[in-house]
């Protein structure tokens, strides 16, 4: 893979990951509509998933190809991204279906 393709992986990931993670955070604050709650948390654990899953893959993809391990490296600092995003948005819906 070239280093753009790498790059665009991660970045797509994390995008895919945090924008349904927002349409279920605002779904449901401006609907009430426990679908969007329980498709959020869904989310949390399928994405968590889907998120290691590309970094191990990416990892192992570096460690073989030793000369894309930097971009392998810099993809997965994007993917580390939606650790605190999604920690946040989980404190904030339980809190939200809590009230």
Known sequence: MK??????????????????G?????GYMITKE???????FTLLFFGSVLNLLVILGLLIYGF?????LNVCL??????????????LYAIIGIH???N
């Open 3 to 20: 280093d753009k393709e790498i790059l665009n992986l991660g970045k797509c990931v994390f995008g895919c990951s945090f924008l349904l």
């Open 34 to 40: 426990e679908v969007f709650a329980a498709t959020g």
């Open 64 to 68: 073989i190809h030793q000369s894309q």
């Open 74 to 87: 810099k993809s997965i600092g994007i993917l580390l991204i939606n650790i605190p995003a999604a920690i």
């Open 22 to 26: 927002n349409i279920c955070l605002f």
């Open 96 to 98: 939200l279906i809590q």
